[in-house]
């Protein structure tokens, strides 16, 4: 009987329901508050986990990917123990063990299914008995917390060399940076990517987005784009090249918001998969979900149907339905992100109006500076561009800005600093069956959807 | 805008100097020329391009990742500091923020004391810093000065800490945030129609004042004279007193 971890279990439940009846959706504070009574609380639940842990980390992506890696797994019938509501701090994973452990200290599941951000990965990998790891994609993130690019991809690098050698590791073959992680690892490496040139662009939208070499550190050549860096390139110098993908997508056909349905190659065949997240880059989630899972033995039918299941996570990309009426919210949080809904919101034609809300509170990232970096030139050079935007939060008015000089027509703009304001007006704009796109960066999400939840619309999103 | 004035913009590595949405800058002297009914032309230079920089108006250089400042490094000491150097001295218009205002100067000196060397453009020199500036800054300065409002706002983070020889003046007085080295309460340096900053967020959309006075010199070194009629800058305006206005506020919160 271990009576530490116990302790820190019993603290950690009571924490969450203090935290629950205060109203909050607090997804870290009982992790806090476990891991200040037992360091090993992670480690000691999550070795009881039969068959071990599946890491998932990069920059976008991670939770809509995790939540079909979780949907397959279920599909599959296993028990996961995953942290959700996008905590994915170390406390974030905490917090989901101890919620997952019964108070006798045990956790009856077969996966650990954790995400963590790129600077977590190397403080969980001793702490898991890892079976595999998922990497999604590096962008800039928030530079104010985890610092340039290289050093997130080296913390990344550094993480994984210290995975066990049985380990599976899923790349990106896509991105160079996820790429140039796999040469010379011990570990079976295998990488997806998309083989489907339809959506693809022969030059990217923005030279901004080329990456250097990871081998040798010259410019890349890309035949061709996908979305910001991704995409199929080569290094003129040394001749590194795109790794040729075990698990791939054959062909797709977005439905703008109703999904996307695609067929998907493994080593052991083809077969179609239907997804209902909007946009090309959850076609992206959806592959890396597969290469994962199929990776670990899942059979191809299975994964095929997990994902079909498998419908949108809290905030991230989801449908709420308020009168009649719909309305998207697209969590927003860099510029790769804000590229990928706006490439979504086009695809829609009926798209008409717009709610975009920025905060710029420690979580959201303090700098705002990289709304710049979003391509809002392609929404406002579109030949459908919405009708009407609405700006809103802490920065409504730096959006606005950016708005405007992106050539978007000034009287358009509506500026509404309360999101409650914004949200009341976004839905008078539109009309019945009508979807409204609210775009919000992290805390701007967690205070709308505490608006609608108060209106009755959705249940609290630590039950979704 | 056929019949407007030509201003010829550059954007030096925008390729690799593009942190901190620094393209927005460009994005506001090219369409505020279009407003006010010039015809901007925008030019990306990059890496071993050897450019005459006296033929353009305006010339623009962000900051960069720190393998990205090394290679800026070496093409601006080997093959554009002369030329960059001519054209300031000739009245071209140059906004250099951050690892670029850093570049212009002397020297760099690193943690371990090394002195990576600028291109002298400016009498200033940077010293590693051992803790971060970073948040919302706000700055007076006699620059764009519009009746009583002189500010300019933007968004500070860097650890570079920048001093000023004497002659040099600083783009303006810091009223909140840090500045150049968090100690003498300047932030930025102007040498003729060169202005360097810490000052991104994009610094120039939400200060046209700044954007036309830069744009106001580049048409003056070229045709003599400059008249920008007032834009319409409700929104502009709107967001500089909101950034005012969170500047005072605790960062983060
Ligand atoms: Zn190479």
Same mark, same amino acid.
């Given at each position: 009987m271990?009576?530490?971890l116990l302790?820190?279990i019993?603290?950690g439940?009571?924490?969450?329901?203090? !935290?629950?009846?205060? #109203?909050?959706?607090g997804s870290?504070?009982?992790g806090?508050v476990?891991?200040a $009574?037992d360091?090993?609380?992670i480690?000691?639940?999550a070795?009881?986990?039969r068959?071990?842990?599946i890491?998932?980390t990069?920059? =976008?992506g991670k939770t809509?990917?995790?939540?079909?890696?979780?949907?397959?797994?279920?599909?599959?019938?296993y028990?996961?123990?995953?942290?959700?509501?996008?905590? =994915?701090?170390i406390?974030g994973?905490a917090?989901a063990?101890?919620q997952?452990? =019964?108070?006798?200290?045990?956790?009856?599941a077969?996966?650990?299914?954790?995400?963590?951000?790129?600077? @977590?990965?190397?403080?969980?990998?001793? +702490?898991?008995?890892?079976k595999?790891?998922?990497?999604?994609?590096?962008f800039r993130d928030?530079?104010?917390?985890?610092g340039?690019l290289?050093?997130?991809?080296q913390l990344v !690098?550094? #993480?994984?060399s210290?995975?066990p050698?049985?380990?599976?590791?899923a790349l990106n073959?896509d991105?160079?940076?996820?790429?140039?992680?796999?040469?010379?690892?011990p570990?079976?490496?295998?990488?997806?990517g998309i083989?489907d040139?339809?959506?693809?662009?022969?030059i990217?939208e923005?030279?901004?987005e $080329?990456?250097?070499c +990871?081998?040798?550190?010259a410019?890349l050549?890309?035949?061709?784009?996908?979305?910001?860096?991704?995409?199929?390139y080569?290094?003129?110098?040394?001749g590194q090249?795109r790794? @040729?993908?075990?698990? !791939?997508?054959q062909?797709v056909a977005?439905? #703008?918001?109703?999904? !996307?349905?695609? $067929?998907?190659?493994?080593?052991?065949?083809?077969?179609?998969v239907n997804i @209902?997240?909007p946009?090309l880059? &959850?076609?992206? &989630?959806?592959?890396?979900?597969?290469a994962?899972?199929?990776g670990? #033995?899942?059979?191809?039918h299975?994964v095929a149907?997990?994902l079909?299941?498998?419908?949108g996570?809290?905030?991230?990309?989801?449908?709420i339905?308020?009168?009649?009426?719909?309305?998207?919210?697209?969590?927003?949080?860099n510029?790769?992100?804000?590229?990928?809904v706006?490439?979504t919101?086009?695809e829609?034609?009926r798209?008409?109006?717009?709610v975009i809300a920025?905060?710029d509170?420690f979580?959201d990232?303090t700098?705002i500076?990289?709304?710049?970096?979003?391509?809002?030139?392609?929404?406002?050079?579109?030949?459908h561009?919405?009708?009407?935007? $609405?700006?809103?939060?802490?920065?409504?008015?730096?959006m606005a800005?950016?708005?405007?000089?992106?050539?978007y027509?000034?009287?358009?703009i @509506?500026?509404?600093n309360s999101l409650d304001?914004a949200?009341q007006?976004g839905?008078?704009?539109?009309?019945?069956?009508e979807?409204l796109?609210?775009?919000?960066t992290y805390t701007a999400?967690l205070?709308v959807r505490e608006?609608?939840?108060?209106?009755?619309?959705t249940?609290?999103?630590?039950?979704? | 805008m056929?019949?407007g004035?030509?201003v010829?913009i550059?954007? *030096?590595?925008?390729?690799l100097?593009?942190?901190?949405?620094?393209r927005?800058?460009?994005?506001?002297?090219?369409r505020?020329?279009?407003?006010?009914g010039?015809? /901007?032309?925008? *030019?990306?230079?990059?890496?071993d391009e050897?450019?005459?920089f006296?033929?353009f108006?305006?010339?623009?250089?962000?900051?960069?990742?720190d393998?990205?400042?090394?290679?800026?490094?070496?093409?601006?000491?080997?093959?554009?500091?002369?030329?960059?150097?001519?054209?300031?001295?000739?009245? %071209?218009?140059?906004?250099?923020?951050c690892g670029g205002?850093?570049? *212009?100067?002397?020297?760099?000196r690193t943690?371990t004391?090394?002195?990576?060397?600028g291109?002298?453009?400016?009498d200033?020199?940077t010293?590693?810093?051992?803790k971060?500036l970073i948040?919302n800054? %706000?700055i007076?300065?006699?620059?764009?000065?519009v009746?009583?409002d002189?500010t %300019?706002?933007?968004?500070?983070?860097?650890?570079?800490?920048?001093?000023l020889?004497?002659?040099l003046r600083p783009?303006?007085?810091?009223?909140?945030?840090?500045?150049?080295?968090?100690?003498?309460?300047?932030?930025?340096a102007?040498y003729r129609n060169?202005?360097?900053?810490y000052?991104?967020?994009?610094?120039? /959309?939400?200060n046209?004042a700044?954007?036309?006075y830069?744009?106001?010199a580049?048409?003056r070194?070229r045709?003599?004279?400059a008249?920008?009629? /007032?834009?319409?800058d409700?929104?502009?305006?709107?967001?500089?007193e909101a950034?005012?206005?969170?500047?005072?506020?605790? %960062?983060?919160?």
């Amino acid at each position: 009987m271990d009576l530490r971890l116990l302790f820190a279990i019993w603290c950690g439940k009571l924490t969450v329901r203090l !935290s629950r009846a205060m #109203g909050g959706g607090g997804s870290t504070v009982p992790g806090r508050v476990a891991l200040a $009574i037992d360091p090993l609380v992670i480690r000691k639940l999550a070795y009881q986990c039969r068959r071990g842990a599946i890491l998932v980390t990069g920059t =976008n992506g991670k939770t809509t990917t995790s939540k079909m890696v979780s949907d397959i797994l279920r599909r599959a019938r296993y028990r996961v123990v995953h942290n959700r509501s996008g905590a =994915n701090l170390i406390y974030g994973v905490a917090a989901a063990f101890v919620q997952a452990a =019964n108070v006798f200290g045990r956790i009856r599941a077969d996966y650990a299914l954790v995400e963590v951000d790129e600077g @977590t990965v190397r403080k969980v990998v001793d +702490q898991l008995p890892l079976k595999a790891v998922l990497v999604t994609n590096f962008f800039r993130d928030q530079l104010d917390r985890f610092g340039e690019l290289d050093h997130t991809v080296q913390l990344v !690098s550094e #993480g994984l060399s210290r995975a066990p050698y049985d380990a599976l590791i899923a790349l990106n073959a896509d991105d160079p940076l996820v790429a140039g992680l796999g040469p010379g690892r011990p570990q079976r490496i295998l990488y997806y990517g998309i083989e489907d040139s339809h959506y693809a662009s022969p030059i990217s939208e923005q030279s901004r987005e $080329i990456k250097p070499c +990871q081998a040798c550190g010259a410019t890349l050549k890309y035949d061709s784009f996908f979305y910001a860096h991704l995409g199929r390139y080569r290094c003129p110098s040394c001749g590194q090249t795109r790794p @040729t993908p075990t698990v !791939s997508v054959q062909q797709v056909a977005l439905r #703008g918001v109703e999904g !996307s349905d695609m $067929i998907l190659r493994t080593d052991t065949g083809d077969f179609k998969v239907n997804i @209902t997240f909007p946009g090309l880059y &959850n076609v992206y &989630n959806a592959l890396a979900a597969a290469a994962v899972t199929h990776g670990l #033995g899942i059979p191809d039918h299975t994964v095929a149907t997990g994902l079909a299941k498998s419908a949108g996570s809290f905030g991230r990309m989801e449908v709420i339905r308020v009168d009649g009426k719909r309305v998207l919210l697209a969590l927003v949080k860099n510029p790769a992100g804000i590229d990928a809904v706006i490439r979504t919101v086009l695809e829609d034609r009926r798209a008409r109006h717009m709610v975009i809300a920025i905060n710029d509170k420690f979580a959201d990232g303090t700098d705002i500076s990289w709304l710049w970096d979003g391509d809002f030139e392609r929404l406002s050079a579109s030949d459908h561009p919405p009708e009407s935007v $609405i700006t809103s939060g802490i920065r409504a008015a730096d959006m606005a800005v950016r708005l405007k000089y992106s050539g978007y027509p000034a009287r358009r703009i @509506t500026i509404k600093n309360s999101l409650d304001d914004a949200l009341q007006e976004g839905l008078a704009r539109i009309d019945h069956g009508e979807t409204l796109y609210f775009l919000p960066t992290y805390t701007a999400m967690l205070e709308v959807r505490e608006i609608i939840r108060r209106r009755g619309y959705t249940r609290h999103f630590w039950r979704v | 805008m056929a019949g407007g004035l030509a201003v010829r913009i550059a954007h *030096l590595y925008p390729d690799l100097m593009n942190l901190y949405g620094d393209r927005g800058n460009v994005i506001a002297i090219y369409r505020r020329c279009q407003w006010h009914g010039l015809a /901007p032309e925008l *030019l990306r230079i990059t890496l071993d391009e050897k450019v005459d920089f006296r033929d353009f108006d305006i010339l623009f250089v962000g900051g960069g990742q720190d393998k990205e400042q090394k290679q800026i490094c070496m093409d601006f000491t080997k093959v554009k500091g002369a030329a960059l150097s001519d054209a300031v001295e000739d009245g %071209v218009v140059l906004l250099a923020i951050c690892g670029g205002y850093q570049l *212009l100067g002397k020297y760099y000196r690193t943690g371990t004391g090394e002195e990576i060397p600028g291109i002298g453009l400016l009498d200033a020199w940077t010293e590693a810093g051992r803790k971060r500036l970073i948040g919302n800054v %706000v700055i007076s300065s006699d620059l764009v000065r519009v009746g009583s409002d002189h500010t %300019v706002v933007g968004f500070e983070n860097h650890s570079g800490k920048t001093f000023l020889g004497k002659g040099l003046r600083p783009l303006g007085r810091v009223l909140l945030g840090f500045g150049n080295n968090g100690e003498d309460g300047m932030e930025g340096a102007v040498y003729r129609n060169c202005i360097g900053t810490y000052l991104h967020g994009s610094l120039l /959309p939400k200060n046209p004042a700044l954007t036309d006075y830069l744009i106001g010199a580049s048409l003056r070194r070229r045709y003599g004279e400059a008249q920008l009629k /007032p834009l319409d800058d409700t929104i502009e305006s709107i967001a500089h007193e909101a950034a005012i206005h969170r500047a005072r506020q605790p %960062v983060g919160r």
